[in-house]
């Protein structure tokens, strides 16, 4: 058998292989997948004829091509450089310039971007969900960075990079299946951040009548038990609340650490969790405690956070 003919055995093998480990019933007698090279799939659009009146899209990661209007992103474009600009159709893809790290974004309006990115169409049968779905998994993110040498932050992945990678490609009717089953969860995931806003929302509201606004002594709204339980009082933090400082314990001491007492202290503040702290980076023992001037704080609520805490505004 010859080098060619082995290698496209490999390749007919692997490709009989290619099946997902969850499928659906109607399509669990058929073949493996196929994996079909980017440029076979995708043709690169370069229109640069625009309507007149189209919106200017930004290209990125959370919300894919969206119009620049409708998001915090405030560029502005002569009318000069807007004539070089591409046309994006509803359903295409473009490269964008951190593509390594957020897959490929996908296009839902019609408008015009940068000359600077690369326009892909989908070219035949198939889906456009399934694409959009799929160019976004950490796998694909994963070949891209490893497949593409040289790729950095802020080098654009080129057309001819992106048609030799390999995709994997069920048939038309099983990417529309797959399509419609993710995207039925991101409608579900939609619904719940859409309640989550009415609720954070709400919180502010209740906030604002729960706590007396500035110069008044009584909320606006107060449970029934305490209407009558008279104004409220100002008193100093320092009076309501004990403080603690203390130094770290020797770092080069390794029976110092990792006891299971977490230490408070300023670094922990890039873990903040809705003003809470619940993680910390380290962890000392009660040994480092003995020997450093550590002060510890018993946790506000028994059994829902470590045992110690230990405060260190200082370290």
Not at 93 to 120: D, K, M, N, T, W
Not at 174 to 201: G, N, P, Y
Not at 216 to 222: G, Q
Not at 289 to 299: C, D, E, M, T
Request: aromatic letters at 8%.
């Amino acid at each position: 058998m010859s080098p060619n003919s082995q290698t496209s055995a490999a390749e007919e093998e692997a490709k009989s292989m290619l099946v997902p480990k969850l499928r659906f019933p109607e399509f669990r007698e058929l073949e493996g997948w196929t994996l079909e090279a980017g440029n076979a799939l995708f043709d690169q659009i370069n229109d640069r004829n625009p309507e007149p009146g189209l919106h200017v899209l930004a290209i990125t990661q959370e919300h894919g091509a969206i119009p620049r209007h409708m998001i915090d992103y405030h560029v502005s474009v002569t009318k000069k450089s807007i004539e070089s600009y591409k046309v994006v159709r509803v359903g295409d893809f473009i490269i964008s310039l951190r593509s390594f790290q957020g897959g490929i974004e996908y296009s839902r309006y019609h408008g015009i971007c940068s000359p600077a990115y690369v326009i892909l169409r989908r070219r035949g049968k198939g889906s456009d969900e399934y694409y959009r779905h799929y160019l976004r998994t950490d796998r694909f993110i994963r070949i891209l960075s490893k497949n593409l040498e040289g790729l950095r932050d802020g080098k654009m992945i080129s057309y001819s990079q992106f048609s030799e990678l390999l995709l994997p490609t069920p048939t038309p009717d099983e990417q529309q299946r797959i399509a419609d089953c993710l995207s039925s969860v991101d409608e579900l995931i939609a619904v719940q951040a859409r309640k989550v806003d009415a609720l954070k929302t709400h919180k502010k509201g209740l906030m604002q009548q729960l706590f007396p606004r500035e110069g008044e002594t009584h909320p606006r709204l107060r449970f029934p038990e305490f209407q009558n339980a008279g104004e409220w009082e100002e008193q100093k933090l320092e009076d309501l609340a004990k403080r603690g400082s203390g130094h770290t314990p020797n770092k080069a001491k390794q029976e110092y650490y990792n006891g299971g007492i977490k230490w408070v202290s300023l670094a922990d503040s890039k873990l903040l969790d809705n003003g809470l702290i619940s993680e910390t980076a380290i962890v000392i023992s009660e040994q480092g405690i003995k020997n450093s001037s550590a002060v510890l704080h018993p946790p506000p609520l028994p059994g829902k956070m470590s045992p110690l805490s230990i405060a260190n505004p200082g370290a």
